[in-house]
């Protein structure tokens, strides 16, 4: 196989840069070795945000592009990215005061160039955020929220329908260079074992917290990566139902904390610790989780929130440029990073709100390699999805110009808001190799359904039969990695 470009990473920052790359007539091949948006890309925070927090370090840069692009997604992809209003609480004596807030949300708002900046006093607080004792009132304003894994696998789907060829279980063995140490090719490990070469022109690498994994096997002279962990709690709605998101400080260090309403579910995020060994998957530890639960026992006094409402939790690792300094780890820098060295760029960090800016410079940089490679285009992210009648927004933001055909394979919902159609399109066009492939990225049933859908699973058996030729024995041998794997990553503790 000869492509232009090579891509090594399949979460969004891979995703990206394969949909950029296929609309400037680029022809790529791009590898993941676990699953699509395995990695943080499905775990993050699912704000698409212009992070006010990033306003405080001072990262004004950052918080332009991201509030631009977020604005754009909610442009091209209504149902899957979607307004959420928040509402910061203050407390008298607690930071940021109310005026610092405002003056903050005044310049967020200039940046985006509209306005969502407003104040609710405590007495209309108690209508807003029943339950919330905001003494001081709260700061409002708007920011957006999405399924990121679901996002990524769209990017993915628009990037393969101009072209790009995109694998899962994909692993890179080796680059392979020419005398003079320029990239020429790869020998990759499909899913079936076999090992292929390949030839291109140069090769990206948007492997996240793995850069360093990644920098080791291919001799990329890259700086160090400070991995740091951000765990959540999904807890059902109606023990904390409420309609818009809630942010506050937390009593004992002052952080931020949030908690929103996320596809029927109350979301609560997150901490932000040191996670060194990469080779330990991400879960939540026990004093992370108190530390959110008392953050929310803080908020909602009232709610009596503990352990047993938990329904799933989930960590993702942030790859965080190592000041070297050892500071707090919240004080760490944000930035993205972006490395060039004999064919080979690499891509690091960053924000999934911000996936086509860290695309377009991964793209430059990689320019002398790719002499093919148009210009950008815009301002559109995502291809056009026309949204036919009848058609919910769900699955036009989710399918893109495909809503039709997964809402032809079956209109039944399945849980919640989850469509039979969308189950059978996974598991006929998005490589799914594992039943948690389906339940955590496909669907994200798994983390919403009680006791990890366990009660989902005997409906599953006959399209997995069906359409994957997988039979009882297979079936249950994937529910018993499957439950596994929820109990070892996703249980509450
Ligand atoms: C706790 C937390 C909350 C966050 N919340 C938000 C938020 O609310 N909003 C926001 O905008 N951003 C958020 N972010 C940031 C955002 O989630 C990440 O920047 C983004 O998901 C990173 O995507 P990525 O593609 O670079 O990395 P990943 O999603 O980690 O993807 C890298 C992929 O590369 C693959 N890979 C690694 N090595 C190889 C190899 N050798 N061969 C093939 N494949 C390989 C991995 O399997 C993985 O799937 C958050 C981050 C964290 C940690």
Redesign the pocket.
């Known amino acids: 196989m000869k492509v232009d470009l090579l891509i090594?990473?399949?979460?969004?920052?891979?995703?990206?840069i394969a949909l950029e790359a296929a609309k400037r007539g680029v022809k790529a091949l791009l590898?993941?070795?676990?699953?699509?948006?395995?990695?943080?890309?499905?775990?993050?925070?699912?704000?698409?945000?212009g992070?006010l927090r990033y306003l405080k370090q001072g990262a004004l840069h950052l918080t332009w592009e991201?509030v631009r692009e977020r604005d754009q997604l909610l442009r091209d992809a209504p149902g899957l990215v979607e307004p959420m209003p928040f509402a910061m609480a203050h407390n008298p004596g607690a930071k940021p005061g109310r005026a610092t807030l405002q003056a903050g949300l005044m310049l967020y708002d200039l940046l985006a160039g509209r306005r969502t900046r407003g104040y609710a006093d405590a007495a209309q607080m108690q209508w807003l955020v029943p339950g919330l004792p905001a003494l001081s009132g709260a700061s409002l304003y708007e920011d957006a929220t999405t399924d990121?894994a679901r996002l990524?696998l769209r990017v993915l789907q628009e990037a393969q329908s101009l072209g790009t060829v995109v694998r899962n279980r994909?692993?890179?063995l080796a680059l392979r260079r020419d005398a003079t140490g320029q990239v020429i090719g790869a020998s990759l490990r499909g899913p079936d074992g076999f090992s292929q070469d390949i030839e291109c022109r140069c090769a990206i690498?948007?492997?996240?917290?793995?850069l360093g994994?990644?920098a080791a096997?291919t001799g990329l002279p890259a700086p160090k990566i400070r991995p740091?962990?951000?765990?959540?709690l999904l807890l059902p709605l109606w023990r904390l139902p409420l309609s818009r998101a809630v942010a506050w400080s937390h009593a004992d260090d002052g952080r931020p904390v949030f908690a929103y309403p996320w596809q029927g579910a109350l979301l609560v995020?997150?901490?932000?610790l040191d996670h060194p060994d990469l080779s330990l998957a991400p879960r939540i530890t026990a004093p992370e989780q108190d530390y959110l639960l008392r953050a929310l026992n803080q908020a909602f006094p009232q709610a009596g929130l503990s352990a047993r409402d938990i329904r799933s939790t989930w960590?993702?690792?942030?790859?965080v440029l190592d000041s070297g300094a050892g500071v707090d780890p919240s004080k760490e820098s944000r930035e993205?990073l972006v490395l060039a060295h004999q064919g080979l760029v690499a891509?690091?960090?960053?924000?999934?709100?911000?996936?086509r800016r860290?695309a377009r410079e991964a793209l430059a940089k990689a320019r002398p390699w790719l002499p093919m490679l148009g210009p950008e285009t815009g301002p559109g992210i995502l291809l056009p999805a026309a949204a036919g009648a009848g058609i919910p927004a769900r699955l036009s933001g989710r399918f893109g110009a495909r809503a039709t055909e997964v809402l032809a394979q079956g209109r039944q919902p399945l849980w919640g808001q989850t469509l039979t159609g969308e189950l059978r399109h996974s598991l006929q066009h998005e490589q799914v190799h594992h039943l948690d492939d389906l339940l955590l990225r496909r669907t994200r049933l798994g983390l919403l359904a009680s006791d990890f859908g366990r009660s989902l699973l005997p409906a599953l058996q006959p399209h997995c039969q069906q359409l994957l030729g997988w039979d009882a024995a297979r079936f249950e041998q994937e529910c018993q990695r499957y439950l596994a794997l929820m109990h070892d990553q996703h249980k509450a503790l």
């Open positions: 090594i990473g399949g979460g969004i920052s891979g995703a990206g590898v993941e070795r676990e699953d699509f948006a395995w990695g943080t890309s499905s775990r993050s925070s699912k704000l698409v945000h992070g991201s990121d990524t994909t692993e890179l690498a948007a492997t996240g917290a793995y994994e990644l096997q740091l962990r951000g765990s959540h995020g997150t901490t932000d960590a993702g690792v942030r790859p993205h891509i690091s960090g960053g924000k999934l709100t911000t996936f860290m």
